[in-house]
């Protein structure tokens, strides 16, 4: 911790700690909390609260000050939990707090193996209900409980005289029995928060895990139960007894059927690639419920109770259920599962993406969850082909795309250029996959696009076109698409000269810095004159963007033609130094000529941050490499910078050299030379809003909210 | 109050509702369904449909018509929702004897009228040479194949009314304006209101004085073209007649319109041609609204777009000339001023072009690929005949069904088989179930009268609970031909007092501000309204031959002001007692004696009037 912050904290606590103190709002303590969470990553916690006895004061303290707001109670709790996270910090707070403090309360034997504040953090943050509305609460809660506290797990329990430490004083049995109780007290809303929280922990008693894993999928085994007509997979709806309260939940109105089922699928989707996730994590089963919650949405599910046919009426066309399950259902491709299972999700989402009544949003959530399953869907064994199974989805599939990518609305049309983008980023060397896309119309489709009045559809299609183009797909190999072929460079060149949105002419030099990189035939055909021709539509933008990203192919330029840019992993294995293609002098020659140091040497005095950085760090790069080879130092010995130094008013002002490439390779090297980069590297680092970001800002933000600061009163009159 | 269910087509109803001694039919809609019983009407000879074998081109068209339920004479006036609706109004103004009148919308009237006119010339440009009625013979119609011996009451399919009929018919239409109030021979008054489904489409309000009937068809809550729909008239009422729903229930009208533009953008790259079934007026014109926006940002501007109809051109015309019954944002534009529609420039830049037939100008300026939209969407009959055969053959081009009224695969039979593609888009704008059940929230109607359908789920889909209408109490549901008594009583009736009479009379004030008067007058009714007038003056009493008793307490008695309500003036009562029949009373704390010298039957009654008020305390 700073000097200028250390000082700053005593006053600050004792502002926390006093009622009648305005205290800033809600995120400053947020933003307070963030600041001590990296300053005890930094330093050890224990030597923090011996540094500052303010803290374990304030920690003492709160929980004895009446009417002290919630938002400090519960910041305060918070920060206990940080500082416990460290074991001897939480001995010493047992030790050194006060007999209300929260640690103290805390069984020494109860201390948990993982940090107490990675799952106070996890149940308290979602936890977050109103207490004073419920009657359950009143009697425990008093006037002053905070609106997320560890007092809300307990209370629907039987009411007790208000406790000092809310959960930890329990005075019958154990923290985990509370819990426990907590469980199987709170109702389905609260229940999935909590049961999520217990879930992440890795060491809890196995018995607790099973129980909130239960209360977790209670909704879905609801779903499942009231739609299958034969006994389902097994695993989901075991052991998971009818819970009368998740069931009246789902029927009472559509909003908390919505709601519960909403956040069960992203409770589930939150754990499912946690290592930590219940074992044997029921895959299958949840793969059906997915299904069959999706298939109430579109109306296609048949009901097998009275349940299931008033879950039909509920669900049907509720694009936030929709929304939710083919999150979980993207997620779910990466478990291992049968191949009919494969089959089922592929078939539901094809349904989804054909559906005309399938809304944009929902659709792009379709797409996101068939290019998981796609990419995840298992590969013959020894065979470089796709499984038996995608050839037919695909011949499925793009007659789908095409519709889409014909779709009046235009987040429609975006979302399905970047699924047919993702795709063949992941695919384009599968033969089948190859086979299905030229033999549909997409990529013409996907050409015409890049006409489109939306902009950000241009930008799409420019990426997509890219893509394919990379790996020959744009256009059918016959003869009559001969000129589509080649003319697609001019075609994005045309839009990063004319395009009025800045969008379509970023993504053109994306797709130009990727064809470079990775020899694209129209960028290795003519290379130079192929970077000339872009850095000088790029320094032209008005766009920052563009011109960064300009930088950015400057930079795939430059490694091509001196090698590429050393690894400063410390660790990594030296490679020895990859003799330069050509001779230095030929390769700097080759940089002037293609207008480089033009470019570089203006965007170093862009006014807008980013760039100039950027630029600062290729010029670096360029010199460092250059240092490399003292041959050419030896050769020359004073070069004439005159040209260089004449040009460089003019670069300030932003001006190209006219005609770009003139300069004498020496004396742009001198030129470099003389310029104090690192300087201004370390000036650009900066950024402009630093000096209010900082945590002593924040502090004397909050002092002043409290009026610690303000040292005159008097004088405002 | 009854209801006389006289279709059972629940967006095409006909409905007759006796309320107060007025007969008034609501909406006759027609149902052409019938028509896919029969072989395409071919624009040129066809030699495919004409080499058929068996029953070949001998019937044409015939529609169903009502049975026989209500004698259609009695019927005063017909309400019509909107254009769809009035399609039966010759067969019911002109061979039935009805001598009323019909009310409807000027839009609904002028729109009405081109439909009707494009039907009866897609019927008479294709006269038939002969023609066969025999087979609705009950014996023979069994013989024949299914599905035409399964159809019900052929005897009553009509041949399709002429020009002349339609005429006589609309002359029997009287305009009317949203929200305007129209006396019915004093007894009811009935309104139209905006339903936001079509231009002029409305919904109506029947009312009398104590009673509220509304009559709910074809709504839309959807913002198209037409004047957005006026909900908060339709509050209070005690019956609400709901017909007209969507028809699809399940598809939603955005989605279809992209499905459309989608597949009409795909096939038309290809080099294919799509053709649009569809009726002259309504829903096309926001599918041009949204072809102006797309087919530009598609990279389709030079598709030309073709709309095909004897009626075409004053469609497209009198869309443009309706500013008031639009939607605000197209009236706001009449002041700019700009067409209200953008179908307005396409036809100015040359991309839409209408012609009244495929014959004469169309087909110098044919090009292909082209959209087509032309009639009629049952493809029995209309130039789309005409275009199914000459673009069936290929699978580049696409037949788009956007008009739900007929089953698409029954529509596309006869042209079997078929290489075109087909592509369903129904887009219905009516109200949805969901809709509805706000809408009902929010009017809270104290009964709700609906068609059958409407109270279960649709067959296709047994288990969706949520399409049908939930309400409380439950809809009463009718089916065609079935006479519906509606739930409620009329209780009360205005009457009006003429002013000298009012004046005589002297209010009592029984309670702050409520008074009462008694009142001795005559009742005149006419034209179902009351008047209370003054009695004629008595005769003068011829003297005194009547009368029983010369007395000189009369004038006393007269001064007693009849009784109206409160306690009763015990001194007075008995005062006048003890005068007028010699009777003593003595009332004192806890008894009361009645003395009668000569009358035993007075004292006993008084005796039992007094135990019989001792008994109510």
């Known amino acids: 911790m700073d000097p200028e912050c250390a000082q700053l904290l005593p006053a600050l606590c004792a502002v926390l700690v006093d009622p009648r103190q305005p205290v800033a709002d809600d995120t400053c303590l947020e933003k307070l909390l963030d600041w001590f969470k990296t300053v005890t990553e930094g330093e050890s916690s224990v030597v923090l609260l011996q540094e500052h006895p303010c803290l374990v004061e304030l920690l003492s303290h709160v929980l004895k000050v009446q009417d002290l707001s919630s938002g400090v109670l519960s910041f305060s709790l918070r920060l206990a939990g940080t500082f416990a996270a460290q074991e001897n910090c939480f001995q010493y707070l047992q030790v050194r707090s006060t007999p209300s403090s929260p640690c103290r309360e805390t069984p020494a034997c109860l201390w948990p193996r993982r940090p107490v504040s990675s799952w106070c953090t996890s149940w308290l943050c979602p936890c977050e209900v109103e207490p004073r509305g419920s009657p359950a609460c009143r009697g425990v809660t008093g006037p002053r409980v905070p609106r997320r506290s560890w007092i809300t797990l307990k209370s629907p329990c039987a009411p007790r005289p208000p406790p000092s430490s809310p959960v930890f004083s329990s005075s019958d049995g154990s923290l985990w029995e509370t819990v426990a109780r907590a469980l199987s007290c709170l109702g389905p809303t609260h229940m999935g928060p909590l049961a999520l929280g217990i879930l992440k922990l890795e060491h809890c008693p196995q018995a607790l895990r099973t129980q909130a894993f239960q209360v977790l999928l209670q909704p879905l085994a609801c779903v499942l139960k009231a739609t299958v007509q034969a006994p389902g997979p097994p695993g989901l709806l075991d052991g998971t007894a009818d819970d009368a309260t998740t069931v009246d939940t789902l029927l009472a109105s559509k909003s908390s059927c919505a709601g519960l089922l909403c956040r069960t699928l992203a409770h589930l989707e939150e754990l499912q690639p946690l290592p930590q996730r219940p074992s044997p994590w029921p895959q299958a089963s949840l793969l059906g419920a997915t299904v069959t919650v999706l298939r109430l949405c579109d109306g296609s599910a048949a009901p097998a109770s009275s349940v299931g046919g008033h879950l039909c009426g509920t669900l049907a066309g509720c694009v936030r259920v929709q929304r939710a399950a083919l999150d979980f259902l993207g997620t779910l491709s990466q478990g291992t599962g049968p191949q009919e299972l494969v089959t089922q999700a592929l078939a539901v989402l094809l349904e989804c993406l054909e559906s005309p009544g399938s809304s944009p949003t929902v659709l792009k959530k379709a797409f996101q969850a068939t290019l998981r399953w796609l990419l995840s869907s298992p590969k013959t064994p020894g065979c470089s082909d796709l499984g038996p199974l995608i050839p037919q989805f695909l011949r499925e599939l793009f007659p789908v795309l095409q519709k889409r990518l014909c779709h009046p609305c235009w987040e429609v049309r975006d979302s399905a250029l970047e699924f047919l983008t993702q795709l063949s980023r992941h695919w384009g060397g599968q033969a089948d996959f190859r086979c299905a896309l030229l033999a549909s119309e997409v990529p013409q489709l996907a050409l015409q696009l890049l006409q489109d009045p939306e902009s950000y559809v241009r930008a799409s299609a420019v990426t997509a076109m890219g893509q394919l183009s990379s790996q020959g797909l744009h256009a059918p190999t016959s003869p009559e698409h001969a000129e589509a072929r080649q003319s697609l460079f001019l075609e994005l060149l045309h839009i990063l000269s004319v395009d009025s949105e800045g969008f379509p002419r970023r993504a053109v030099m994306q797709v130009f810095t990727e064809w470079l990189r990775d020899g694209h035939a129209d960028a290795a055909q003519d290379t130079e004159q192929f970077v000339a021709t872009v850095l000088q539509a790029a320094s032209r933008d008005l766009d920052w963007e563009v011109r960064a990203q300009g930088l950015e192919l400057a930079l795939v330029f430059l490694g091509q033609t001196l090698g590429p840019p050393r690894t400063h992993c410390p660790y990594a294995v030296a490679l020895p130094e990859v003799a330069p293609a050509q001779p230095l002098t030929e390769a700097l020659r080759a940089l002037c000529h293609v207008g480089l140091f033009d470019f570089a040497f203006c965007a170093l005095f862009d006014c807008d941050r980013p760039v100039a950085q950027k630029s600062c760090d290729l010029l670096l790069f360029l010199r460092d490499k250059i240092a490399s080879y003292s041959s050419l130092r030896e050769a020359r010995g004073s070069p004439n910078t005159a040209s260089a130094e004449a040009t460089l008013p003019r670069w300030r002002a932003g001006e190209q050299a006219q005609p770009p490439g003139d300069q004498e390779p020496e004396a742009v090297l001198a030129m470099l030379r003389s310029l104090d980069l690192e300087g201004l590297r370390s000036t650009l680092a900066e950024s402009s809003d630093h000096v209010e970001k900082s945590p002593q800002s924040l502090l004397q933000d909050m002092l002043a909210t409290g009026g610690f600061l303000q040292g005159d009163e008097a004088d405002c009159y | 109050m009854k209801l006389y269910c006289l279709s059972g087509h629940p967006t095409l109803p006909c409905n007759v509702l006796k309320f107060k001694s007025t007969t008034i039919m609501l909406d006759c809609g027609l149902d052409m369904t019938s028509t896919l019983n029969f072989l395409p009407l071919p624009l040129v000879q066809s030699p495919r449909l004409s080499n058929l074998p068996g029953w070949s081109l001998k019937d044409g068209n015939a529609f169903l018509d009502k049975t026989e339920l209500i004698d259609l004479s009695t019927v005063d006036v017909i309400l019509i929702s909107n254009y769809h609706c009035m399609m039966a109004l010759p067969y019911i103004t002109e061979h039935t004897g009805f001598t009323g009148t019909v009310y409807a919308t000027e839009p609904t009237v002028q729109i009405g009228r081109l439909l009707m006119e494009e039907l009866v010339n897609f019927i008479e440009r294709v006269p038939k040479a002969q023609s066969a009625s025999l087979w609705k013979n009950k014996d023979i119609q069994r013989l024949l194949p299914s599905p035409l011996k399964d159809a019900v009451e052929v005897s009553t399919w009509r041949r399709c009314y002429t020009m002349q009929e339609v005429n006589s018919a609309l002359s029997k239409i009287q305009l009317v304006g949203y929200s305007q109030k129209i006396e019915l021979f004093g007894a009811v008054q009935v309104t139209p209101l905006s339903s936001g489904y079509a231009l002029g489409s409305s919904n109506w309000i029947i009312q009398s004085h104590y009673e509220k009937v509304s009559y709910v068809s074809g709504s839309s809550l959807l913002t198209t073209h037409p004047q957005p729909m006026d909900q908060a008239s ?384």
Not at chain 2, 308 to 332: G, R, T, Y
Not at chain 2, 365 to 382: A, I, K, N, W
Request: charge should be negative.
């Open chain 2, 234 to 617: 339709l509050k209070n009422s005690d019956v609400l007649v709901l017909t007209g729903l969507t028809q699809i229930p399940t598809a939603n009208p955005d989605g279809m319109v992209g499905e459309f533009c989608s597949n009409l953008a795909l096939t038309v790259r290809n080099g294919g041609n799509v053709l649009v079934p569809c009726y002259p007026s309504g829903v096309i014109y926001d599918l041009l609204e949204c072809l102006y926006q797309y087919i530009d940002s598609a990279g389709l501007s030079s598709v030309p777009l073709y709309f095909i109809s004897p009626v075409a051109n004053s469609s497209l015309e009198f869309s443009q000339i309706f500013a008031e019954w639009l939607c605000h944002n197209k009236q706001s534009k009449v002041y700019l001023p700009e067409p209200p529609f953008p179908h307005a420039e396409l036809i100015q830049t040359n991309k839409l072009k209408h012609y009244p037939s495929i014959h004469g100008d169309f087909s110098n300026d044919f090009r292909q690929p082209c959209v087509v939209f032309t009639g009629h969407p049952s493809l029995r009959f209309g130039d789309v005949v005409h275009f199914m055969e000459l673009w069936g053959k290929s699978s580049l081009n696409t037949v788009i069904f956007t008009e739900p009224d007929f089953s698409y695969l029954e529509a596309l039979a006869p042209y079997q088989p078929l290489a075109m593609k087909c592509i369903y888009c129904p887009i219905d704008t009516r109200l949805n179930f969901i809709q509805v059940s706000k809408l009902l929230k929010e009017v809270q109607p104290l009964h709700v009268v609906c068609p059958e359908q409407y109270t279960q789920p649709p067959p296709a889909q047994s288990h969706r609970m949520d399409l049908m209408i939930d309400c409380q109490p439950p809809a009463m549901s009718y089916r065609r031909a079935e006479v519906l008594a509606l739930p409620f009583k009329r209780r009360y009736e205005k009457i009006e007092i003429m002013p000298e009479l009012a004046d005589s009379l002297v209010p009592m004030e029984i309670k702050p501000g409520i008074s009462l008067a008694t009142v001795s007058a005559v009742l005149h009714t006419k034209d179902n309204k009351h008047l209370l007038q003054p009695p004629p003056r008595p005769a003068q009493p011829t003297s005194g031959k009547k009368r029983k008793r010369v007395s000189d307490d009369v004038p006393d008695c007269k001064v007693l002001k009849p009784l109206l309500s409160g306690s009763i003036p015990v001194e007075q009562f008995v005062q006048t007692l003890e005068k007028e029949a010699e009777t003593l009373i003595q009332i004192e704390e806890d008894s009361t004696h009645i003395i009668c010298d000569n009358d035993e039957m007075l004292r006993v009654r008084l005796r039992d009037l007094v135990l019989k008020f001792l008994q109510k305390f």
